[in-house]
């Protein structure tokens, strides 16, 4: 059974930092693809950063500059550095772990950021 789960969430000012954690287990490779999406309030999800079984990474350019993602040693362990952050940053954000072996992706519960003064 795969487990995915996000921490790390909070209240930040703007400019500030935060960082999230996801650590996914059960899936069949150590070094799945990952990735971080988010959902703002009425908002669709939207993919932020991801992360390839080779470390290759992509960002939207919303992010790019201020956003790193990256991987924890030769583990399904990621992390999500954000400076500089903006009140748009302000979401729900989710890591999504996928499977490669049986084509499947799954979902973190959310953990919620908000940035505000």
């Known amino acids: 059974q795969v487990h995915v789960v996000e921490s790390g969430g909070g209240s930040v000012q703007p400019g500030g930092s935060l960082t999230l954690s996801c650590a996914a287990s059960g899936l069949t490779d150590n070094r799945s693809p990952m990735g971080w999406h988010r959902q703002a309030p009425g908002e669709e999800r939207e993919l932020v950063a991801s992360?390839?079984?080779?470390?290759?990474?992509f960002y939207i350019d919303r992010v790019k500059g201020r956003f790193t993602i990256s991987r924890q040693e030769d583990k399904n362990t990621i992390r999500l550095q954000m400076n500089n952050l903006k009140p748009n940053g302000t979401a729900v954000y989710y890591c999504?772990?996928?499977?490669?072996?049986?084509?499947?992706?799954?979902w973190g519960q959310g953990t919620q950021v908000t940035v505000s003064s």
């Open positions: 999504r772990a996928t499977d490669l072996h049986v084509r499947s992706d799954y």
């Open positions: 992360i390839t079984s080779s470390d290759s990474t």
